[in-house]
């Protein structure tokens, strides 16, 4: 394997280039410094490993959580197209969609199970019943987006005030349910904040692997990773979701963004990389090149803004001490 020299160690040509002509312009970080920092940084852990690590504090999975291994770009796009959920798939029924209605979004009066058709009037959301009355929401500042026209609308969007997920509700009198359902409600989804964990442990040692997994998560957390597979023998993309827009009750768009909260699950801390090697010829530690090269690309990809709080590293056997969290910050201010 042909490795790059630097001054104290060898480096990986495949991810030696792939740093420096797509992560590192995209940073305003010097080459020559980047790798001076991150040859310092391996070569201190590796001589006091326990020195960089908190065995004390723990870096807890998020509650809710979808595992998908970053070298698998497919599973990867499946986790982040996964943040609407059906009631139907999950209780395969209608009774049980309707009483969470009722109990996420009551009426006024009567149940969601017994509206015959829902309208809109001005910014007010309204439910028909059969014998002519109607209601609206028991808190109308719940209804807050639709699709299609005011008086046949083709879906409704709900929020919870107390998470801020939102709840969509489809039409289709045509449809496999809603031909059925006495409302022609065809489907309701609801928003997930479920975590997506992208986990490095599923990936090979190799280089060329790993280099590949690094471009995974790049495309990821840009939002355009992109998978080809073939269904009755036909090629057929698979993108990641973007952001969905409906029409809020002034007439403006009202756009639910795609992204979700994101751990980076670095490698177990006892594997190695062949990516780099000491002067003395060992393997570099996996989960000090993780945290660097994942950092890199969450700080471009998410930038300054309030979403940078929604990724974040995830050790499995405790997390680095503030010192080590303080050296990769520093890299970024070189």
């Not at 199970?113 to 002519?132: I, Q």
């Not at 997920?165 to 409302?183: I, M, N, W, Y």
């Amino acid at each position: 394997m042909n490795m790059p020299a630097l001054k104290y160690s060898q480096i990986h040509q495949g991810l030696y280039t792939f740093i420096n002509e797509d992560v590192l312009p995209t940073c305003g970080i010097e080459v020559s410094v980047f790798w001076q920092a991150m040859e310092n940084l391996i070569a201190d852990y590796t001589r006091q490993p326990t020195a960089y690590i908190d065995q004390q504090n723990t870096q807890q999975l998020a509650a809710n959580t979808k595992i998908a291994p970053v070298i698998d770009s497919q599973q990867l796009i499946q986790a982040a197209n996964s943040k609407w959920t059906s009631l139907f798939d999950m209780d395969n029924g209608t009774q049980l969609s309707k009483d969470y209605l009722d109990q996420h979004f009551a009426l006024a009066s009567g149940s969601h199970a017994d509206v015959k058709n829902y309208v809109v009037y001005y910014h007010h959301l309204l439910a028909f019943f059969e014998d002519g009355s109607q209601s609206g929401l028991a808190n109308p500042s719940q209804f807050v987006a639709l699709c299609g026209h005011k008086c046949a609308p083709d879906s409704i969007v709900l929020k919870q005030a107390s998470t801020n997920l939102h709840t969509e509700v489809l039409f289709d009198r045509k449809g496999q349910r809603g031909s059925e359902d006495h409302a022609g409600i065809e489907n309701i989804l609801v928003e997930t904040n479920e975590t997506i964990i992208i986990d490095f442990n599923a990936v090979q040692i190799d280089g060329e692997s790993k280099i590949q997994a690094y471009r995974n998560l790049q495309s990821f957390l840009r939002g355009d990773l992109t998978t080809f597979t073939i269904e009755a023998g036909q090629q057929k993309t698979c993108r990641m979701s973007n952001d969905v827009t409906f029409t809020d009750l002034n007439g403006d768009d009202y756009c639910i963004e795609s992204n979700t909260p994101i751990q980076i699950q670095c490698a177990n801390q006892s594997l190695v990389s062949e990516l780099m090697r000491d002067n003395k010829g060992a393997l570099a530690p996996q989960v000090v090149m993780d945290a660097v090269v994942a950092s890199l690309m969450m700080r471009k990809a998410l930038g300054a803004s309030s979403e940078s709080s929604k990724a974040s590293l995830l050790l499995e056997k405790g997390s680095f001490t503030q010192e080590m969290i303080q050296r990769i910050d520093e890299i970024f201010e070189l």
